[in-house]
């Protein structure tokens, strides 16, 4: 989205919430391409509504979900520039921008959602919420991802083989796009808005997510198989715009930094009820679920995208600390 169309957006929206916002003395904006209700959108509002009794009612935050702001390539280049003031996205499109991302976005990484918690809520996450503030933001928490398994419009998927030549959406990172090829099919990298169409119209044969996005976006109307190969733990990123942080007190950025800790363990709830949910609706739907994969030949084909982007000795030491995470 250009950022005058952005502009606009903010400017319309904050006229029709302007009431709700108006006793505030700050209003922070901030992103979701996720509808409202979604786990993430709902943990940040939680947060706000933390910020907002913690400040004595002066810092409130404006939740803009369903993409009203961008899609998520283009919200973290205006979160960049301080246009936005917050943001929720995935780890995915960070991969360009900041190389320790790279790192938890790699398929297999983590062995489940437990040991992507133990490493995110440990130094090796202090340690890559770090590495956002020398490009621009401010790394605030993690939020819950799920697993991320196929789905397509054409067959079901069994095994590696039947990838092949098949065109997949990926998030805009060179990481699944590298992921794509190496397991024989051709990547065509997309922002998440475009995903429903391109899959019905067929310009792609299939995607990849977890149970609350596959249900939340509609793609399941159009995608009647879902393999449940579970390629990806990638964690959800909080994060605020450096130009706007440096703006807050000391006391203020404890505050927000405070309340985003808090806010974790809101979404983590959240999550975990909705991935039940989700997975019944679309069950209930009739898409076809396979759930008897080898994931052995996927993890063994990961070898050259690990060799590829875990490719400094900085980013090996990542990748090995967390393998050695219990
Ligand atoms: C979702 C994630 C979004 C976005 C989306 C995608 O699971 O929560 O932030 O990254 O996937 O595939 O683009």
């Known amino acids: 989205m250009k950022l005058r169309t952005t502009l606009a957006a903010l400017m319309?929206?904050?006229?029709?919430?302007?009431?709700?916002?108006?006793?505030?003395?700050?209003?922070?904006?901030?992103?979701?391409?996720?509808?409202?209700?979604?786990?993430?959108?709902?943990?940040?509002?939680?947060?706000?509504?933390?910020?907002?009794?913690?400040?004595?009612?002066?810092?409130?935050?404006?939740?803009?979900?369903?993409a009203q702001l961008g899609e998520e390539k283009d919200t973290i280049e205006q979160t960049k520039f301080g246009v936005i003031d917050m943001n929720r996205v995935s780890m995915g499109p960070f991969n360009n921008i900041i190389e320790e991302t790279k790192v938890v976005s790699l398929p297999f990484i983590f062995r489940g959602t437990d040991h992507m918690?133990?490493?995110?809520?440990?130094?090796?996450?202090?340690e890559i919420?770090?590495?956002?503030?020398?490009?621009?933001?401010?790394?605030?928490?993690y939020f819950d991802g799920g697993?991320?398994?196929?789905?397509?419009?054409?067959?079901?998927?069994?095994?590696i083989d039947d990838l092949a030549g098949m065109k997949v959406r990926v998030m805009q990172s060179d990481v699944f796009v590298d992921m794509m090829s190496a397991l024989g099919?051709?990547?065509?990298?997309m922002p998440y808005g475009e995903v429903?169409?391109?899959?019905?119209?067929?310009?792609?044969?299939?995607?990849?997510?977890?149970?609350?996005?596959?249900?939340?976006?509609?793609?399941?109307?159009?995608?009647?198989y879902y393999t449940l190969n579970e390629h990806l733990i990638v964690p959800e990123a909080l994060v605020m715009s450096k130009v706007s942080w440096d703006k807050l007190t000391p006391e203020d950025q404890a505050l927000i930094r405070q309340a985003a800790k808090d806010s974790v363990a809101i979404n983590r709830e959240l999550w975990a009820a909705r991935e039940k949910v989700s997975e019944e609706k679309i069950r209930a739907a009739g898409v076809q679920i396979i759930d008897n994969i080898d994931k052995t030949p996927f993890i063994e084909a990961m070898v050259p995208v690990y060799e590829k982007h875990?490719?400094?000795?900085?980013?090996?030491?990542?990748?090995?600390?967390?393998?050695?995470?219990?």
């Open 12 to 66: 319309a929206t904050a006229a029709l919430s302007g009431a709700a916002f108006a006793e505030c003395e700050l209003t922070l904006k901030s992103s979701d391409t996720h509808p409202d209700g979604y786990p993430t959108v709902a943990a940040v509002q939680v947060m706000g509504e933390m910020i907002k009794e913690r400040s004595g009612g002066r810092i409130c935050i404006e939740v803009f979900h369903s």
């Open 117 to 126: 918690h133990r490493v995110m809520d440990g130094p090796i996450g202090e």
């Open 129 to 141: 919420l770090a590495a956002f503030e020398p490009h621009g933001f401010i790394g605030l928490a």
């Open 147 to 159: 697993s991320r398994s196929f789905y397509n419009s054409q067959k079901p998927i069994d095994s």
């Open 185 to 189: 099919a051709n990547a065509t990298p």
């Open 196 to 224: 429903y169409s391109a899959l019905q119209t067929g310009v792609i044969d299939g995607a990849e997510n977890n149970w609350p996005s596959f249900e939340s976006s509609g793609h399941y109307e159009v995608a009647g």
């Open 310 to 326: 875990a490719n400094t000795p900085k980013l090996q030491d990542l990748v090995t600390r967390i393998q050695a995470t219990e």
